[in-house]
């Protein structure tokens, strides 16, 4: 086992300076949560109260795991074990000086999650934020964005507001609900526009939004631009210039391909030479168009006929001849994805009818989103971007800092940030409003304060909770607010067996881009360098299976996992890209005797013990409901027959005798319908019926616990709100783990 110091070891030294701010970017497994314990633990040392470190991270399990790992080294001093032994001694003592008691208090440390950090915020300020008494928060806000949608586009007396409905509807060809929809969509994300429409259409500036379009369209570009060598490019619009010739007059000339193609050679004529001008988008269209298929890949040189320009005669063969060639000399990897993003560009003129709909927009929106802090006020819930947006409006009145900014900022010294890569533009804005006023330098020498993010670009995963990698790379040149920051690397792996950090390297640089692109959230790849010596054998096998059949995957995958346990492995994982590639995977392991652990895998609605209690609670709460009765009937505590159901339908006297239970059951139910709690009375009859007696094992009792846990939080005076919409509601429940799994 190689025992060396890492060779990152002197950044690692660094980022332990309680005097200095640090940006330090740390790659998969190079000890990103111990260096956040160490940096904790040096800063505990110094501190006059616990408290005044404030470490946020961005789930539970993070901000538990660095808690648990702050106690366990505080700990183990006095064991003898554990790690940071000096510097958790260096915290003790300071505990014991300040008479902290951290070990008997450990909530005195405070590590947790951006969005429980908000909503403490909020708590103390319940004026200034409108929330008054702390509402529930809701992950899936939906049916409150669509109440806000209707009441915001609803008739009113103020004719700028009739005005921007009009503009809207007419956009729209009248279509209420789709109008509805868009505005609820918006609403969701509404933490990311919400700051630019303060001042409704009246202080939108069409010159600083069209500057916008054409700096995004720039940037584009100019990317695309590397992706050509020159001698590739100029013989690119030498073969333009001669396919739209060739396509001018014909039949071919009303295609698509051939308008873009014989536009971009006018172009090219006029002196428009492709560049980072957005005045050459029509040309880089057209080579789009000669070079990529219309699904955006790179053309066949098979596939070069007169369709495209090359008419298959003896004058062009030399120019369908060079277009072969250029194709082939294209990298087919990075060259088609960056040339197609040209057709997606927008215009970087707004067009005067787009104007119009924008400045209704601007008026639209800020009155949905006061719209829907009325609904969420009348249900007693907010979902987490209002918790986020109240909390910075807590931080901030008008532009002077409120009280409680005034207060964090006297009680917190030092701020650590975890997972910075997966920060959003409102974060980065909290973390800039909480250090505001901050005194800082490079050097150390400002006021104490300092702040400590730490992060890994190319591993940021929540871009659908409008995390934006590109804050990292802005972080790392300009630094956050007024506080300048250190940039550290981080490059040792000490997870991965050295075979493996190798393969990771040599395939991840060439799945990465060579250059970052930070409007698309793309970084360059960083190597790293493996702690652990290599291991014997393949660190990677690839085994492809392409168009394979379900059943054949499943099998290769239930032997491979056999072959693992054989050979010694304690942990086997499993990783696919949806639940539905599990569907015959997990069958397959069963009955190879394997058990897997899972989480959020099989949703609990379609596992047969549920299903079978879904349609007893649907026929206790609804007797008109034939086709629950019909599963009832069906399901293993009465196990009636199909003939059987078919004579008890047309009314047949003759009635089976488990038949006749399930009845006395169900008329014993009903009349405690509303008198008792909803699980009493769906578990009661469900005991009654032998449920139990009827479960293959103990993963079907689990399932059984699981769905009447769900009938809790549900219950509604002992019914629900609407028993029709039970799937729905059960569409994000999952199976829990098995016992033995």
């Not at 303060?198 to 631009?225: F, P």
């Not at 194709?327 to 927008?346: Q, T």
């Not at 009680?411 to 997972?419: A, G, K, P, T």
Request: charged letters at 25%; proline letters at 6%.
């Amino acid at each position: 086992m190689t025992s060396h110091l890492p060779k990152d070891q002197a950044a690692r030294e660094t980022a332990l300076d309680p005097t200095k701010s640090f940006i330090v970017q740390a790659p998969a497994g190079s000890g990103k949560t111990e260096l956040l314990t160490q940096r904790f633990l040096t800063l505990l040392a110094g501190v006059k109260q616990p408290e005044d470190i404030v470490a946020i991270t961005f789930t539970k399990k993070a901000a538990a795991e660095m808690r648990n790992r702050i106690l366990d080294a505080l700990r183990g001093v006095r064991s003898l074990k554990g790690p940071d032994p000096l510097l958790a001694a260096a915290a003790l003592k300071r505990d014991k000086e300040l008479d902290w008691q951290i070990l008997r208090n450990p909530q005195r440390l405070r590590i947790q999650t951006i969005d429980s950090f908000n909503a403490a915020l909020a708590r103390q300020m319940p004026l200034l934020t409108r929330l008054g008494a702390q509402p529930a928060i809701v992950e899936d806000a939906r049916d409150h964005f669509l109440d806000a949608a209707r009441l915001a586009l609803e008739p009113h007396d103020d004719t700028t507001h009739g005005e921007a409905v009009k503009a809207l509807h007419a956009h729209l060809d009248g279509d209420l609900g789709r109008a509805r929809e868009l505005i609820a969509s918006m609403l969701r994300s509404r933490d990311q526009w919400i700051w630019h429409l303060a001042g409704g259409a009246t202080a939108l500036s069409r010159d600083a939004l069209e500057a916008a379009l054409d700096r995004a369209v720039r940037d584009e570009l100019a990317l695309i631009e590397t992706a050509f060598g020159d001698n590739e490019r100029a013989q690119a619009l030498d073969l333009l210039q001669i396919a739209a010739s060739n396509l001018k007059g014909t039949d071919k000339a009303g295609s698509e391909s051939a308008i873009a193609i014989i536009a971009a050679a006018e172009a090219a004529a006029a002196g428009v030479a492709p560049s980072g001008d957005p005045a050459s988008l029509p040309v880089w269209l057209g080579l789009s168009h000669l070079l990529l298929t219309g699904g955006g890949d790179l053309r066949s040189p098979k596939g070069i006929n007169v369709g495209l320009g090359f008419p298959a005669d003896a004058a062009n063969k030399p120019h369908k001849l060079l277009m072969q060639d250029l194709l082939v000399r294209l990298d087919p990897a990075a060259f088609p994805e960056r040339l197609a993003r040209v057709r997606i560009l927008p215009p970087t003129k707004y067009s005067e009818d787009h104007w119009k709909l924008l400045g209704a927009l601007a008026d639209l929106l800020p009155r949905a989103v006061a719209a829907l802090e009325t609904v969420f006020a009348a249900a007693g819930e907010v979902d987490f971007a209002e918790v986020s947006l109240r909390a910075l409006s807590a931080l901030r009145d008008g532009e002077l800092p409120t009280d409680l900014a005034l207060s964090l900022d006297y009680r917190i010294s030092h701020l650590l940030v975890d997972e910075f890569q997966d920060t959003s533009v409102n974060q980065m804005r909290l973390l800039e409003r909480l250090t505001e006023g901050w005194a800082s330098s490079m050097d150390g020498s400002g006021d104490g304060r300092t702040l400590f993010v730490v992060g890994d670009p190319m591993q940021s995963i929540y871009r659908f909770r409008k995390a934006e990698v590109a804050l990292f790379t802005k972080a790392m040149a300009q630094g956050i607010g007024s506080v300048p920051l250190t940039t550290l690397t981080l490059t040792e792996n000490f997870r991965s067996q050295e075979n493996l950090v190798e393969w990771t390297n040599a395939t991840f640089d060439e799945l990465f881009p060579a250059q970052a692109d930070p409007a698309n959230g793309a970084v360059p790849f960083a190597p790293a360098t493996a702690h652990k010596d290599g291991e014997e054998g393949e660190a990677v096998s690839v085994r492809p299976l392409f168009d394979a059949d379900p059943a054949v995957e499943a099998a290769l995958v239930t032997t491979l996992v056999q072959e693992a346990l054989a050979a010694g492995h304690e942990s086997v994982a499993i990783l696919v890209s949806a639940r539905t590639h599990l569907r015959a995977i997990m069958p397959a392991l069963k009955a190879a005797g394997i058990t897997p652990r899972v989480t959020d895998i099989e949703p609990l609605r379609e596992r047969p013990m549920v299903r079978d209690l879904v349609a007893l609670t649907r026929a206790l709460l609804h007797r008109a409901d034939r086709t629950a009765w019909l599963s009832v009937l069906r399901a293993p505590w009465c196990g009636a027959t199909l003939e059987q159901l078919l004579h008890l339908n047309k009314g047949s006297n003759s009635i089976n005798p488990r038949i006749a239970q399930v009845e006395a059951v169900f008329t014993a139910a009903r009349a405690q319908h509303r008198r008792v709690p909803l699980k009493r009375l769906v578990e009661g009859a469900w005991l009654a019926l032998g449920g139990p007696a009827c479960a293959r094992d103990q993963e079907d009792l689990a399932d059984a616990r699981a769905y009447f846990a769900f009938l809790s939080e549900h219950d509604v005076a002992g019914d629900l709100d609407d028993p029709a919409a039970l799937d729905e509601l059960m569409q994000e429940l999952y199976a829990p783990e098995a016992p033995d799994a």
